[in-house]
Each structure stands twice: as C-alpha cells, then as structure tokens.
C-alpha cells in the first residue's frame, strides 16, 4: 500500500495532464474561424501579412517627391479617445508617422497643438504676431478614437477533474476578437470646415486569448485584408498605431491627389472598385469647375519638363501641347482633350519611364487684341490647339533665342531701406521678362528660409508684367526683427521652373530654416539647375 502523500503526487501528476492534453479546451481556433467569418463580408478578400505601415510611409514619401508637393502645412489636435478604454498616445503616433512620411519629400509639416477647437481658434488668430515671419497652417487634423467593441466573437470552455479525497482540478480557456475604429477628418484653417472626401475611416479586429494579446490584427482597405501579428507586450496598442499609421497614409494622399493606393498593395487601380470611384470622384470634383483640373495638370507637367508656363487653369498653346505629348507618351491618343481617361492612366503610370522631352512646350503670352475672348472653351480647345501651336512655336523660338539678359528688380515703396522694430516690410518683385522666382531669407540669426514660392502662392512663375506683392495678399508677414540686426532677403530668377532639380535640402517647407544653408550654397544650386542662366537680386534689411 502506498503512502497518503504519494498517492496525492500522483493524482496531482494525472490531473495536470489530463488538462494539459484534453483538446475539448480549444477555443482559439473556433474565435479565429468565426471572426473570419465577419472580416471577409460577401466574398473573400486577398490577405496580405503585414509588420504594420512603415512601408507604406516610405512609399508615400516618394511619390510625394515624384508628384512635387511640398509645403503641407497641418495642425493636429489632441485625438481624444471617446471609448474610455485605451490609454495611449494616438496624436503622438500621427506626428510619428507624418515624420516619417517627409523624411526625404519634406512635403507636411504638423505641428501640435491643444485639445479643442477653440484654442487652434485662438492660435490661428495670434499666430502672425508671434513671430516675424510664421505663417498661418493651412490644414487642421481632427478626430477620435471613435470605437472599441470588445469581445464581438467569444468563446470559453472549463474543465474539472476530481481525485476525492485527495484533489479537485478546474481549468477554463477564453478567445474573443474585439474592433478598434479610427476616424479621423481635415478641416481648413481659413473657416474650420471640414474638405469635402480628405477623411479617414478605418477598424482593425483583434485576437485576444486569455489575459493577454495572442493572434493578430486584421485591417481592411481597399479589398485587402492586412493581417499583423500582435507582440503581447503592446497589444491594443500596436493595433491603433497600424491604424493610425494608415490614416496618415490616407489623408495625405486625399488631400494632395497623389495615388497613396500603391503604397497600400492596389497594383491596378481601374480594376479595384474603391480606387476606381475614388479616382471618379476626383476627376468630376476637379473637373466641375476646370481650373482647378487644368491647374493639376499643368503643375504636373511642367514638373515632367512637358511644360513651361503659367499655373493659371486656362487652357493656353503649350499646356494643349504638353498635354497631347503626355498623352501619346502613356500610349493614348495624341490630343489635348483631359477626360477620366487620361487622368485614370497618369495616376496609375510610372512616371520615372517616361522620357522627358528634349524642349518643353513653352508658353508665348498672346499680344493684346481687342474684342479677343480670354479664355479657349473646354470643348474648343482640341480643335484650336493645333493652328495656335503652329502660330505661336516659331514665336516662341524666336523670341526664346533673341531675349535680352534676364534681370530682376526687388524694392520697397518710396525705396525704404531702413525699418523700425517690429515695422512691416513690403516688397516688390519684377523680372525683365516671364520667369520663375524663388526668394529666401537670411535672418538676425544667420538662418535661412524661403518664403516664396510657399503654401500661399504655390507658382513660381511671375510674369514681367505683373510685378510681384511680397507678401501682399498671402497669410504672412514680414517685419524687422525686434533686435535690429540686418537681415538680406535673396531672390533668384531663372527661365524655367527648377525647383524640381534643387537638392531637397535646398526646398525644403516653406518659413522653415533650413539646416546648413547658405546664400551661397543657395545661389550655387540655382546657377547647376539653371544652366547658368540665372538672375539675383538682394535686398538688404537695415533698422533705423
């Protein structure tokens, strides 16, 4: 007979593993299948595993280089979190993430700032004062952590096994799978209305077994699903981040027009029916009032090199011509018609193996005639484009090879050239023929910064007969800084537009110094990108 306290041992041994191998406990694999059941809705989506966004981050970085937006300017309020239930950080993710998207692009700057709407209120109204030169944001993010539904699917089990006298076991298991949502919106500084379509409403389900994270978290976009492991240790956390790191991706791209769906996995986005009504939508909201269609591509296409002329939304010669080279260059017919079509293809095209042209279309300004309509009518201007460019080519050659040195004048009214503390500075800038004109600063602290062209008036082109308002009507000021120390405003002319072919360093965000930059290392880049044809003018700011 053996001992009572063996005897307990070994019922104690034959308990733990008859609960550690009794399969009736599962309950992961049954959460999993049901919360499948939820995440595929009527058919089943392609599934991609992910490690979270940070891909997608570079990504958007480089097509923000490619499609030339630069001087995105954003506030960011507190992200509140209306559920109660997480504690985290979410508006510190955004900056993260924001940062990341402009590490090399330099396009969005986000600047925190307080928990309601009345406080942005209130900065937007003393931000001008606060500084010589800031400058209004364009942008506000605003938005929530809007939902947290726990344990949507959940499943639990236990066990009990009974060695009277001697032991009683029980065990239990539990699985459930909860949804985190995250809306967020961007609201114009000017009136705080939201932009109509440049919102981000996205969930993730999560697998929780136990105490603890255990399975992955499913995201949804675009017809894909995006599966990511969760570490234990982060949880609900590493989820929102994966989320919050998708809305940047999404609203950035809203909000410049740029195709952020590549940077998420859609390799056709004709045959995706997300993209497809998002590039819809795009193209009638543009298309409504054709400015602002004709604008997006001219700025497109003279960043290409297919262009050289003004930002205006007016059809004129050149941009019907650059538009019919781009066009045969996508394999379209060669007009100067942009219908969905088009648009469609110059989204989903790899610019970078389009071969540039060896001369841009380059825009002649008509003489004045009397009597002579202003504009060319949307469904006129395939028909008129081919004799106004056989009229105005030879012209514009002619006129290109016999122009006279390019000049540049920058002044202030009455020729001021001394200013008290805190005295408003206005220039005026005129080039000796239509050119491209970019101006910085070199402030009391031997900083440097451009102010123009900036988030305001985002066209460098200025033509010489409509001299140049600084600031004029723009939402900045500049004034002579409270120490009286001089300063130079240095501004460069060229006959194209080469902002493109600066290095970045050189760009950077509009009213942002620029990290060992100098006049001189400025001027050098303009003389290289310019091909030494170049004008520069400084302007010398002294206190009285």
């Known amino acids: 007979m053996k001992p009572p306290k063996v005897a307990r041992l070994l019922a104690l041994a034959a308990a733990l593993i008859a609960l550690a191998g009794c399969q009736t406990l599962e309950v992961k694999q049954p959460t999993i299948e049901q919360t499948n ?66 590490r090399r692009s330099r396009a969005v700057r986000l600047v925190a700032f307080g928990k309601d709407t009345a ?80 919102t981000s409403r996205n969930s993730v389900m999560i697998l929780k077994q136990g105490s603890g994270i255990d399975g992955d978290a499913a995201y949804h976009k675009f017809g894909i699903n995006y599966s990511m492991n969760l570490a234990k240790a982060e949880g609900q956390t590493q989820a929102l981040r994966g989320l919050v790191e998708l809305a940047a991706v999404e609203l950035i791209g809203k909000l410049t027009k740029t195709p952020y769906w590549t940077c998420l996995g859609v390799t056709d986005p004709k045959k995706n029916d997300e993209t497809r009504l998002e590039m819809f939508d795009w193209y009638h909201a543009m298309a409504s009032t054709r400015i602002e269609l004709i604008a997006y591509f001219q700025n497109q296409l003279r960043r290409r090199a297919f262009y050289d002329g003004p930002i205006d939304g007016e059809f004129n010669p050149a941009i019907d011509e650059a538009i019919a080279n781009y066009r045969a260059a996508l394999g379209l017919s060669r007009e100067a018609v942009l219908n969905e079509e088009f648009f469609y293809a110059f989204l989903a095209a790899d610019h970078t193996k389009i071969k540039r042209p060896d001369q841009p279309a380059r825009y002649v300004a008509p003489a004045s ?24 080519t030879p012209a514009a050659e002619a006129a290109h090879a016999q122009a006279a040195p390019l000049k540049l004048s920058l002044t202030t009214p009455k020729q001021q050239t001394r200013f008290a503390r805190g005295e408003a500075i206005n220039l005026a800038l005129a080039p000796s023929q239509d050119a491209h ?108």
């Open 37 to 102: 059941e939820i995440r595929k809705g009527p058919e089943d989506r392609p599934q991609r595993s992910i490690t979270g966004f940070s891909h997608a981050l570079r990504c958007m970085d480089t097509l923000l280089l490619d499609y030339g937006v630069r001087d995105i300017t954003m506030l960011t309020e507190e992200i509140a979190d209306e559920t109660k239930k997480l504690n985290a950080g979410t508006r510190d993710m955004l900056i993260s993430s924001v940062s990341d998207m402009s």
């Open 119 to 198: 406080n942005v209120i209130s900065y937007l109204a003393s931000a001008q004062s606060a500084s010589a030169y800031q400058a209004i944001p364009l942008y506000d993010i605003k938005g929530s952590v809007s939902q947290f539904d726990e344990n949507l699917v959940k499943n639990q089990k236990d066990i009990g096994i009974g060695f009277a006298p001697f032991i009683n076991l029980g065990a239990a298991k539990d699985a459930g799978s909860s949804m985190l949502a995250l809306d967020l919106s961007v609201l114009t500084t000017s009136d705080m209305a939201v932009l109509a379509g440049v």
């Open 369 to 392: 005639v009397a009597g002579a309509p202003t504009s060319i009518p949307v469904a006129a201007a395939a028909t008129t484009a081919t004799a106004a460019r056989a009229a105005a």
């Open 437 to 544: 004109v970019y101006c910085y600063l070199q402030d009391e602290e031997a900083k440097v910064i451009r102010f123009f062209p900036n988030r305001f008036a985002r066209d460098s082109r200025v033509a010489a007969a409509q001299p140049l308002a600084l600031p004029g009507a723009m939402r900045f000021q500049l004034t002579m800084n409270t120490k009286g120390v001089p300063e130079t405003v240095s501004c460069f002319a060229t006959q194209r537009d080469v902002m493109a072919s600066l290095p970045q360093a050189l760009v950077g965000t509009d009213f942002e110094p620029l990290p060992g930059a100098t006049l001189e290392l400025i001027r050098s880049a303009f003389l290289k990108a310019s091909g030494g044809t170049l004008a520069q003018e400084n302007f010398r700011v002294q206190a009285k």
